[in-house]
């Protein structure tokens, strides 16, 4: 008995020792890439093949600063997002609802329809956003850019908000009601305290792809809207990886503190709640 | 009924949609007017100019006080200097506020292809020497600066004519100001070769030394490197231009013995290139620093800079090949028809201040980039002490002017000359 | 039989629909409908039709390998974020130590844009990256540098790194959605805990798995600016498209076209996809 307890024992500690290294290999994965273009970043003199730079040094940064601007940027990049969510979830809201709650003829169809704009590479329809922005004066607007990017936010709003009215059980609205309580209150202390995960799972999730959006920020942009991604990707087009390390790493930085401060508000696993999938 | 009436309503937006995207893209009116403008002078001499299309008489303009350059050449160096060094100069110059933007070529010219008539917000633009003939393919007009606009733009006098006539092969007919000249040249690591080759016909004949660590860039590759390394290359071995300077046709060529040895060279050099092919010439470069690629032919200045700034490794030179090297991503200042009227003069008077000699002689002493201008005899000596001295490299520096040879390696250059 | 109510109901929920269709036909719909219109002109030219530019791209021998390379990366890539979730997901799951902090690691991949994490998986495994540096040191029979940035299995594994959180992120609430008691009823109808995971929690998990692999499919269909950076000799569908673009003068009926082509592959595929998905789950 005691011979397998203490095999038992040992197959369970190496089940604990095999579930860290599992973990911390992910964490690995995950994390040497940004690791590496810090050192990319600081390096100097860092040719052939060695594990660190010999010499350590400011000056990509000092260069990525002078010729980036870099707070500039990232306020751009800021406002458009915050403008998408805005836009997305206003939208989000109503359809989730008529989609959620009421009967509608051909849902399904609609659903792949609405689901379309994340499913055709942006490139698709960016040409003919650009020429339509152009005729209504658009262009270089940050309400033009996020505009261009409710596109393809909406539908992730849409799809999140709708599984989250559907899981609205119509017996607590009810028992609400019974309790006597009127439409109003009922909406404000009882649909809302429901739905808000799935509101801000929602917003979380446009704000990040607004956030990252490329293609349709490259069509629609000008000089008073660089951002993030578009700035980064004329970067990486002309060599000196080191001033665009020291660049990337700056412009990440704003996004790492947003992802910093929500996840103390909210449990990571709870950014998905209310989305049950296509 | 209900439902009826939602899919009639459906189908008809859609119908209209379909309809008014055929309609789409209106073709651009021509505006015409008169224009009065008062042009400064730096000296404070008032010049009043009236341009005359036809009688259109509009109330007297404001000269801008923001201007955007848009720069749609400049690599990582160049930015650094045209933020840090020009842009400063001329808003001190003017009293004007610049905005410096930097794009990608395709982009920006589909957006000016969709700009309203007068309401177009690039006023200039600094470009690579190919983007002119695009923009004319792509309909979008230029203001003809040489000679039309000599009064304007007195410095453009200086600039060598048959850049501002042609480029790769193309005629410009004056659209562009010639703002640098780029060079290419042998870029070698001395770590690891101790005596490179000094033409392209021993590089090839000497090959094997270096196999594997030979840098080329894909033919398919954004960068004007992609064809000006084979253009180079098959320059050495046959004749692209007849005596007059006109280009072969390319039908011609192929039935020549010359340019079927001369392509079958071509197709063996890319074999021994470091595989596989870099994509764009930072993937190159950092073979560079890898240590994988030893020897390759790039700008001169990229190269220098970089070294200079300690991105580059410190044992980079730059060499020379004597058939022949080809010309680099020469710097165009183009202002497009479709701006605002009141934004030409200063425009104009922008790009007369940087083909001044001063503005000229910064260019070359702080990054090592032949100027647009001939003036040479003007420049510190310090400066040939880096870079030959343009009257020893100038032989040697060829144009690329045959694009048939330069398009059918862009086309077909990935399918034919990637192993 | 119409009543008032119903009547109402019908036009309240037209009126929520609203602001989602006409969002829908304006910024995509219509957009869209310009890049077919041009897609079927002549290059350049603002009448007349043809479809050349399809037939000629689908005529060139390149276009079977590209399409077949735009499914193979994106189908592998697929497949690799599978298997790993659902491991990641079932560590997970058991709340171990450290757990918050990998819920959130998996979620770094999407909060930073593509180009930065592409740019530093192209530096950590390039040929004096870490990774080739590693393995040259303390693996005995490899002396040369693996060249694995261009390569497709290298793009897999770019891509997967960069789509993989899709597939985590739902596989993960599915399986924290499940309810305890079937599991708790399996084990003690004495099932081990082998049986339990192959034959209750996957099958139930699955649909949530295959829902977040539809994402993380689509997002590596549609990937261009990574390839474009770390693709080297292999190029996908959307690169291709761009590669018309950069012509003399820009084709932008032909880059239309393909990237009409490449909405309908993607299109179709998914539509086959989600059929398999709707198949009851016994």
Redesign the interface.
């Known amino acids: 008995m005691t011979l397998l307890r203490q095999y038992l024992r040992a197959l369970l500690n190496a089940r604990k020792l095999l579930i860290y290294t599992f973990l911390l290999s992910f964490g690995l994965m995950i994390y040497t890439p940004f690791l590496i273009i810090v050192f990319r970043s600081v390096g100097r003199g860092w040719f052939g093949r060695m594990w660190l730079p010999p010499e350590y040094t400011l000056d990509w940064y000092r260069w990525a600063i002078e010729v980036t601007d870099i707070p500039g940027i990232t306020v751009n990049t800021l406002i458009i997002a915050a403008l998408a969510v805005i836009m997305a979830t206003v939208i989000g809201i109503p359809t989730g609802w008529a989609f959620g709650r009421r009967r509608i003829p051909g849902k399904e169809l609609l659903m792949a329809m609405i689901l379309l704009p994340r499913m055709i590479p942006p490139i698709a329809f960016a040409l003919g956003v650009a020429q339509i922005f152009y005729r209504l004066q658009l262009i270089d607007t940050h309400f033009g850019v996020a505009l261009a990017h409710v596109a393809v936010c909406a539908p992730y709003a849409i799809l999140v908000l709708s599984a989250t009215f559907e899981g609205l059980d119509e017996r607590v609205l009810e028992a609400a009601a019974v309790c006597g309580a009127n439409t109003l209150r009922s909406f404000f202390h009882i649909v809302l305290p429901l739905i808000f995960p799935g509101i801000l799972s929602s917003m979380i999730f446009t704000f990040t792809t607004s956030y990252n959006e490329f293609t349709l920020t490259l069509m629609t942009y000008g000089k008073d809207t660089v951002t993030l991604p578009v700035r980064t990707y004329l970067a990486i087009g002309e060599g000196y990886w080191e001033v665009t390390s020291a660049m990337s790493i700056l412009l990440i930085i704003p996004s790492l503190v947003v992802l910093f401060m929500i996840q103390r508000q909210v449990a990571p696993e709870k950014l998905v709640g209310g989305f049950k999938g296509v | 009924m209900n439902r009826r009436a939602f899919i009639l309503v459906g189908l008809v937006t859609i119908l209209s949609m379909v309809l008014a995207a055929c309609g789409a893209t209106p073709a651009p009116e021509t505006i015409v007017q008169t224009v009065e403008v008062e042009k400064t002078v730096v000296e404070t001499v008032e010049v009043e100019k009236e341009v005359v299309v036809t009688a259109m008489p509009e109330p007297g303009m404001e000269r801008p006080t923001e201007i955007t350059i848009v720069d749609l050449n400049s690599g990582a160096n160049f930015q650094w200097y045209w933020q840090q060094q020009v842009i400063p100069a001329i808003e001190e110059r003017f009293g004007v506020t610049v905005d410096y933007l930097v794009s990608g070529e395709s982009e920006t010219l589909e957006r000016m292809k969709a700009w309203q008539p007068g309401e177009g917000d690039a006023h200039i633009l600094f470009v690579k020497p190919e983007t002119i003939p695009k923009a004319f393919g792509e309909g979008i007009e230029l203001e003809t600066l040489y000679p039309d606009k000599v009064d304007a733009i007195p410095n453009i006098e200086k600039c060598p004519e048959a850049y501002l006539q042609t480029v790769l092969g193309t005629n410009i007919d004056g659209a562009g100001a010639l703002y640098w000249r780029s060079q290419y040249a042998l870029i070698y690591n001395s770590q690891y070769i101790e005596d490179p080759p000094t033409s392209w016909q021993e590089f090839y004949e000497r090959r094997g030394e270096w196999e594997g660590h030979i840098g080329i860039v894909r033919p398919d590759a954004k960068s004007g490197s992609s064809y000006r390394i084979p253009y180079s290359f098959l320059n050495a071995y046959v004749d692209m231009v007849d005596e007059e300077g006109n280009a072969i046709p390319l039908a011609e060529l192929q039935e020549t013995q010359e340019w079927q040895d001369a392509w079958t060279k071509l197709q063996e050099f890319y074999t021994v290139a470091k595989q596989p092919l870099p994509a764009e010439p930072p993937n190159m470069f950092e073979d560079f620093n890898a240590g994988d690629t030893w020897i390759s032919f790039y700008a001169m200045d990229y190269a220098l800079w970089s070294r200079h700034e300690g991105t580059m490794p410190p044992t980079i030179k730059a060499g020379f090949l004597s058939e022949g090297m080809a010309a680099g991503s020469d710097g165009y200042l183009i202002v497009p028809a479709g701006i605002p009227e009141e934004y030409k003069p200063l425009a104009y008077d922008i790009v007369d201040f940087l083909l001044s000699d001063d503005q000229q002689i910064r260019l070359i002493t702080t990054m090592w980039q032949y100027t647009g201008t001939d003036i040479w005899d003007k420049i510190p000596g310090v400066v040939w002490d880096t870079i030959p001295a343009w009257e020893d490299m100038e032989p040697a520096r060829l144009r690329i002017s045959n694009k048939d040879v330069s398009d059918y390696i862009k086309e077909f250059g990935a399918d034919e000359l990637i192993p | 039989m119409k009543s008032g109510s119903t009547r109402r ?2 036009l309240v ?1 037209l ?6 269709l006409a ?3 304006g ?12 897609s079927l002109r002549p290059e ?1 030219v ?1 009448v007349g039709w043809t479809s050349e530019h399809y037939i000629s791209f689908l005529m060139e021998p ?1 276009a079977r390998e590209v399409i077949l390379l735009t499914f193979v990366l994106s189908v592998g890539a697929t497949l690799l974020s599978i298997l790993f979730s659902v ?2 997901c079932l ?1 997970l799951r058991r709340k ?3 757990n ?18 592409a ?3 192209l ?2 495994f ?5 990774v080739n ?1 590693f393995l ?1 040191e303390f693996v005995p029979f490899i002396d040369e ?1 693996l ?1 694995l940035n ?1 390569t497709v299995p290298g793009l897999i594994i770019f891509y997967f ?1 960069l789509y993989f959180p899709f597939t985590a ?2 596989t ?3 399986l ?1 959605a499940l309810d305890p008691a079937i599991e708790e009823a399996a084990d003690v109808s004495g099932a081990n805990r082998w049986q339990i995971l192959r034959h209750v929690v996957l099958p139930l998990i699955m ?2 798995i295959l ?2 692999s ?1 994402l993380t499919f ?1 997002a590596a ?2 990937a ?2 990574i390839p ?6 292999y190029r996908p569908l ?1 690169v291709e ?3 018309q ?6 084709r ?1 009926s032909a ?2 076209a393909r ?2 082509i ?2 309908v592959l ?2 179709a595929f ?1 539509s086959i996809y ?1 059929r398999i ?1 709707r198949r009851p789950v016994v």
């Open positions: 109901t019908a929920t009126v929520m629909l609203l602001p989602g969002g829908f036909f910024l995509f719909f219509y957009p869209m409908m310009v890049t077919v219109v041009r350049g603002q390149r491991v990641l560590v171990p130590q450290g918050r902090f990998y819920r959130l690691t998996m979620l770094i991949p999407r909060v930073v844009p593509g180009l930065i994490g740019l530093g998986l530096l950590l390039g040929s004096r990256g870490w540096l040259i540098p060249s261009y790194w992120v739902t993960l609430s599915t924290e649909p949530g829902a977040g539809v689509m269909f549609g261009f600016s474009l950076i770390a693709g080297g000799n959307s498209i761009y590669r673009i950069n012509f003399t003068p820009a932008w880059a239309s990237a009409m490449m909405a993607q299109v998914l989600m998905l």
